[in-house]
């Protein structure tokens, strides 16, 4: 984790113009909104195949605009939608792969 947090900092202070990834949920709300779960919103994607698919698609467009500049990208795990009140909330009862 320490080399993270340096990488980070490093990130940070160094880079201008840094684009991150901004309201995935409303992306895929608005593009395949049946993967999107009442509770966890998009966490179950990374237990599908189809989901992970839609992911993946949805991140590489964010690389595509980056590459040309040069940018750097930070993107968000879809998972911490998951928290355990999120989970106890749900009205699913989720495989205990998931977590």
């Not at 947090?5 to 608005?30: C, D, F, K, P, Q």
């Not at 994607?45 to 595509?64: E, I, K, S």
């Not at 968000?76 to 009862?93: I, K, N």
């Amino acid at each position: 984790m320490g080399n993270f947090s340096m990488e980070l900092s490093r990130l940070l202070i160094e880079s201008s113009l840094i684009l991150t990834e901004a309201a995935v949920v409303e992306v895929i709300a608005h593009s395949t909104p049946d993967h999107l779960h009442p509770d966890l919103y998009n966490a179950p994607m990374v237990d599908t195949r189809a989901g992970r698919q839609a992911l993946v698609r949805l991140y590489t467009a964010f690389d595509h605009v980056t590459k040309p500049f040069d940018l750097p990208l930070i993107l968000a795990t879809p998972t911490w939608w998951a928290s355990q009140d999120r989970s106890r909330r749900s009205a699913q009862a989720l495989d205990e792969e998931t977590f």
